[in-house]
């Protein structure tokens, strides 16, 4: 049977209209990089220090 | 015209007791909810409980089919377990093994954010406020998340209110097209796979954490054989001309963007299919496999098969429903489904299939399942790990994690919708534009009066022998607008009742 899909392209947003007052993509690129490893920076520090024994206790009892 | 879609929001939360020697998730949900009583002013007196839950009206047994099929299990209420109502006219219970916390009921989408923020604070409070009773080293931990990973879920259900004179199989119609496919931005993201027979390994990272639960098209479980549409006819509201769309299929969000969406698309689709202003109707040929596939595919590219034989992708269908939904609110204004707030929901909801379109990476501040899946995937490439490797499922699990100093959710980067300062006045003070508005004013100006409460009446005693109930049938009564100046103006729920009984109310 046909694909009867139809996927709607609609307007662009005013976000997209205005993405050349945007900095340019390289440097979004190793701003986006430098926040994650910001992150991945404090993730090291706050994740649980044994994940191991973490995921195995973590057991729930089923509910609603 | 479809009735105003007031909403609500009902979270179980995963709860951990560490560094008990016998930890009963029982006990340590009473502990954590009792602690917040106490330490909050919800148990002001001495030997005296805080307000507790009504049972007289509870009916889960009841199926919005009719007759229930042979072989329905009927939800059980537990009475004996810690059950008050708070002072913004939420319900904050232990159900089964867990903390829940039920929002009061919300005029639009964007209030529903706000209580549902305000009922992570409690939870928050909640674990400092029984941290001061437990011994050294031990500490209960909440997490806002539906899975422990090893094949047991509990719910986030919503809520909506829904006009009696809706064909219930023409909600089923349209709630099982929304909810197979709102997955793709409702999604909390999940690694593994919990279905029975299929290893946890098979799968790295699904969409959404309660797709491997859900086993049936329509039913009336809660617990087991889950259904996508729940019929649990139990509106706590007017009967006769209420219904209560009880929503069991969906994530617990932690990014505030979902939660906006989840219920602010589903009020509209309910509104659509009141007014029967759907157009097309969308039917899956298998729509639990639907479910599924549309979970595990993070492509979101894959043909689903529909009944009368052709495909349409999760996207596709959702530029349908937002379409339907955008020329309903044109035709038809936006005031049964929040007024401006739907606009924004619009809006919001084009945004987010645009970008799930375009590339889904570029949605980590606003898609729970995008966000989890950056910090996965970056935690993996900076210590080379294995996509097995129990760091990563921490990371899983930690994402929910409800305590400010540890909750990765709250590191992400999550755009926000609701201040910080008005979800903290929202953890007391109820919404004014629902009868919620009147709950939450009796129990915070005449709690020693009220004996119980529940969704649609308060019990007081006043000293008069016999007790005292009034009735909240009307969801959308009871608002600052109708009764504010009444409660100013009383200095005793004496009072307030001869108001009442004289306003005819």
Same mark, same amino acid.
């Given at each position: 049977?046909?694909?009867?899909?139809?996927?709607?392209?609609?307007?662009?947003?005013?976000?997209?209209?205005?993405?050349?007052?945007?900095?340019?993509?390289?440097?979004?690129?190793?701003?986006?990089?430098?926040?994650?490893?910001?992150?991945?920076?404090?993730?090291?520090?706050?994740?649980?220090?044994?994940?191991?024994?973490?995921?195995?206790?973590?057991?729930?009892?089923?509910?609603? | 015209?479809?009735?105003?879609?007031?909403?609500?929001?009902?979270?179980?939360?995963?709860?951990?007791?560490?560094?008990?020697?016998?930890?009963?998730?029982?006990?340590?949900?009473?502990?954590?909810?009792?602690?917040?009583?106490?330490?909050?002013?919800?148990?002001?007196?001495?030997?005296?409980?805080?307000?507790?839950?009504?049972?007289?009206?509870?009916?889960?047994?009841?199926?919005?089919?009719?007759?229930?099929?042979?072989?329905?299990?009927?939800?059980?209420?537990?009475?004996?377990?810690?059950?008050?109502?708070?002072?913004?006219?939420?319900?904050?219970?232990?159900?089964?093994?867990?903390?829940?916390?039920?929002?009061?009921?919300?005029?639009?989408?964007?209030?529903?954010?706000?209580?549902?923020?305000?009922?992570?604070?409690?939870?928050?409070?909640?674990?400092?406020?029984?941290?001061?009773?437990?011994?050294?080293?031990?500490?209960?931990?909440?997490?806002?998340?539906?899975?422990?990973?090893?094949?047991?879920?509990?719910?986030?259900?919503?809520?909506?209110?829904?006009?009696?004179?809706?064909?219930?199989?023409?909600?089923?119609?349209?709630?099982?097209?929304?909810?197979?496919?709102?997955?793709?931005?409702?999604?909390?993201?999940?690694?593994?796979?919990?279905?029975?027979?299929?290893?946890?390994?098979?799968?790295?990272?699904?969409?959404?954490?309660?797709?491997?639960?859900?086993?049936?098209?329509?039913?009336?479980?809660?617990?087991?054989?889950?259904?996508?549409?729940?019929?649990?006819?139990?509106?706590?509201?007017?009967?006769?001309?209420?219904?209560?769309?009880?929503?069991?299929?969906?994530?617990?969000?932690?990014?505030?963007?979902?939660?906006?969406?989840?219920?602010?698309?589903?009020?509209?689709?309910?509104?659509?299919?009141?007014?029967?202003?759907?157009?097309?109707?969308?039917?899956?040929?298998?729509?639990?496999?639907?479910?599924?596939?549309?979970?595990?595919?993070?492509?979101?590219?894959?043909?689903?098969?529909?009944?009368?034989? +052709?495909?349409?992708?999760? $996207?596709?269908?959702?530029?349908?429903?937002? !379409? #339907? =939904? /955008? @020329?309903?609110? &044109?035709?038809?204004?936006?005031?049964?489904?929040?007024?401006?707030?739907?606009?924004?929901?619009?809006?919001?909801?084009?945004?987010?299939?645009?970008?799930?379109?375009?590339?889904?990476?570029?949605?980590?501040?606003?898609?729970?399942?995008?966000?989890?899946?950056?910090?996965?995937?970056?935690?993996?490439?900076?210590?080379?790990?294995?996509?097995?490797?129990?760091?990563?499922?921490?990371?899983?699990?930690?994402?929910?994690?409800?305590?400010?100093?540890?909750?990765? +959710?709250?590191?992400?980067? $999550?755009?926000?919708?609701?201040?910080?300062? !008005? #979800? =903290? /006045? @929202?953890?007391? &003070?109820?919404?004014?534009?629902?009868?919620?508005?009147?709950?939450?004013?009796?129990?915070?100006?005449?709690?020693?009066?009220?004996?119980?409460?529940?969704?649609?009446?308060?019990?007081?005693?006043?000293?008069?022998?016999?007790?005292?109930?009034?009735?909240?049938?009307?969801?959308?009564?009871?608002?600052?607008?109708?009764?504010?100046?009444?409660?100013?103006?009383?200095?005793?729920?004496?009072?307030?009742?001869?108001?009442?009984?004289?306003?005819?109310?």
């Amino acid at each position: 049977m046909a694909e009867r899909e139809q996927i709607r392209r609609p307007a662009p947003s005013p976000r997209e209209q205005s993405v050349e007052e945007s900095p340019p993509a390289s440097e979004r690129g190793s701003d986006i990089k430098a926040q994650l490893d910001d992150l991945l920076d404090e993730i090291d520090e706050v994740l649980e220090t044994n994940a191991e024994d973490f995921v195995k206790s973590y057991i729930q009892k089923g509910g609603e | 015209m479809a009735v105003a879609k007031l909403l609500g929001l009902e979270t179980e939360y995963g709860i951990v007791h560490r560094g008990a020697a016998e930890p009963n998730p029982i006990s340590a949900s009473s502990l954590l909810i009792n602690a917040y009583l106490i330490a909050h002013g919800h148990a002001p007196e001495a030997g005296r409980a805080a307000v507790g839950w009504d049972f007289t009206d509870e009916t889960p047994a009841n199926d919005a089919r009719g007759g229930a099929p042979a072989g329905s299990l009927a939800p059980e209420i537990e009475t004996h377990l810690v059950n008050a109502v708070l002072t913004n006219g939420a319900r904050y219970y232990v159900d089964h093994a867990h903390p829940e916390l039920s929002t009061p009921e919300c005029a639009d989408p964007l209030s529903a954010v706000l209580y549902d923020r305000a009922a992570e604070l409690i939870a928050a409070r909640s674990m400092e406020a029984v941290r001061m009773l437990l011994p050294p080293g031990e500490e209960i931990v909440v997490y806002k998340n539906n899975s422990d990973g090893k094949g047991n879920s509990y719910g986030c259900h919503e809520n909506y209110l829904v006009s009696r004179a809706v064909p219930f199989s023409r909600i089923v119609t349209n709630a099982t097209a929304h909810f197979v496919t709102r997955q793709i931005y409702c999604g909390a993201g999940k690694m593994g796979i919990e279905t029975a027979g299929m290893r946890l390994d098979e799968a790295g990272y699904q969409i959404t954490q309660r797709a491997d639960f859900i086993e049936e098209e329509v039913g009336l479980e809660t617990t087991l054989k889950r259904p996508i549409v729940n019929t649990r006819d139990e509106p706590h509201a007017d009967a006769a001309k209420y219904r209560r769309l009880h929503v069991i299929v969906g994530d617990a969000n932690m990014s505030q963007v979902a939660t906006f969406l989840k219920v602010g698309t589903t009020a509209l689709v309910m509104a659509l299919t009141e007014d029967d202003a759907m157009g097309r109707e969308f039917r899956f040929a298998t729509p639990v496999a639907a479910l599924r596939q549309v979970s595990r595919d993070l492509s979101l590219r894959q043909p689903l098969e529909l009944s009368d034989g +052709a495909t349409i992708t999760a $996207l596709g269908l959702q530029w349908e429903l937002l !379409a #339907a =939904a /955008r @020329a309903y609110v &044109e035709q038809r204004g936006a005031d049964a489904v929040g007024g401006t707030v739907a606009c924004d929901v619009l809006a919001r909801w084009e945004e987010v299939l645009t970008g799930l379109e375009r590339d889904p990476a570029t949605l980590a501040a606003q898609i729970d399942w995008v966000a989890k899946l950056r910090l996965l995937e970056g935690f993996r490439d900076r210590h080379g790990l294995d996509f097995q490797d129990a760091r990563l499922r921490a990371l899983d699990i930690q994402y929910h994690d409800l305590r400010p100093d540890r909750s990765l +959710a709250a590191r992400a980067g $999550l755009e926000t919708l609701v201040d910080e300062a !008005a #979800a =903290a /006045r @929202a953890m007391t &003070e109820p919404p004014p534009d629902t009868r919620a508005y009147f709950r939450g004013r009796c129990l915070q100006k005449f709690a020693s009066e009220v004996v119980a409460a529940n969704w649609d009446s308060i019990v007081f005693d006043v000293g008069e022998g016999s007790l005292r109930r009034v009735s909240m049938a009307e969801p959308a009564r009871g608002t600052v607008a109708h009764v504010g100046d009444m409660f100013d103006e009383c200095g005793s729920a004496m009072e307030l009742l001869r108001r009442l009984g004289a306003a005819g109310a």
